[in-house]
């Protein structure tokens, strides 16, 4: 078991960002929390925006067991519209500093060792008028854990969010390539090839392939069965992404 209990008054946190929408980030996100409370570690996990259905909040609502929904999703409209184009046609502001508060929150309570925010699309997708993604993980100190899908394309695709995400002080801790359903040619070298291609960053450790969870990979109900199918790849991006940032903030 691993916990850091009070030993730190902010816990570590990891923003989880697509290099577009669609590419997986709900399913990482809920599979990756699961695993690490089977491992001990006391996991927040929150979604903050989420439109056009409840899909993704049942979900990792049922990672954790939370019966509350407003304690995983800060922002909901049943449109699918993000919050920065809902602000935009109806002239209201979402209240993007109070979300940023409550976030924060979530890193100072004692019964959160770690904290999953799923961000919106891509990095710098934006929020709401005044934040993207990027800023709020410039906000909340997060490190950036990075998903796309594995296949022709995406090479460009995560190193220019890599740029981005270094252009704006972010601190990028994983690259997560998921894997398709029929993987084109591209699929058995993309992961070398980015990770060649990669800067020289510090606290950066590794690119990881993610299997194929079939198209029921977001049902609740095959949670545990899907964490036990991927639990090799989990079991080496907790030790080497999670574990790693948790002895990081202990030693300081």
Not at 201 to 221: C, H, M, Q, R, T
Request: aromatic share 6%; charged share 25%.
């Amino acid at each position: 078991m691993i916990s850091i209990g009070d030993s730190s008054q902010n816990r570590t946190s990891f923003l989880v960002v697509g290099t577009d929408t669609g590419v997986g980030k709900t399913v990482f996100t809920g599979l990756l929390a699961k695993y690490m409370i089977t491992r001990g570690l006391l996991t927040c996990l929150v979604k903050p925006f989420c439109s056009g259905g409840k899909r993704d909040i049942y979900f990792l609502q049922s990672v954790n067991e939370e019966s509350d929904q407003n304690k995983i999703n800060y922002w909901y409209c049943d449109k699918p519209i993000s919050p920065a184009a809902w602000e935009l046609r109806t002239g209201k502001l979402i209240d993007s500093d109070n979300m940023i508060i409550r976030l924060t929150r979530e890193t100072e309570r004692k019964d959160c060792d770690i904290l999953l925010v799923e961000g919106v699309g891509g990095l710098l997708a934006p929020i709401t008028l005044r934040h993207t993604v990027a800023s709020l993980g410039q906000e909340l100190g997060s490190s950036i854990i990075i998903i796309a899908q594995n296949r022709v394309g995406v090479i460009n695709h995560v190193l220019l969010t890599v740029e981005a995400a270094l252009s704006r002080g972010l601190s990028v801790s994983s690259i997560i390539l998921m894997g398709q359903e029929e993987p084109d040619s591209s699929a058995d070298d993309n992961a070398e090839l980015i990770r060649i291609h990669m800067p020289n960053i510090s606290n950066f450790k590794g690119v990881y392939e993610f299997p194929w969870l079939e198209e029921e990979a977001d049902n609740p109900k095959l949670i545990s069965t899907n964490v036990e199918k991927t639990k090799e790849v989990l079991g080496k991006i907790f030790d080497n992404v999670i574990s790693s940032s948790l002895v990081k903030d202990l030693n300081h």
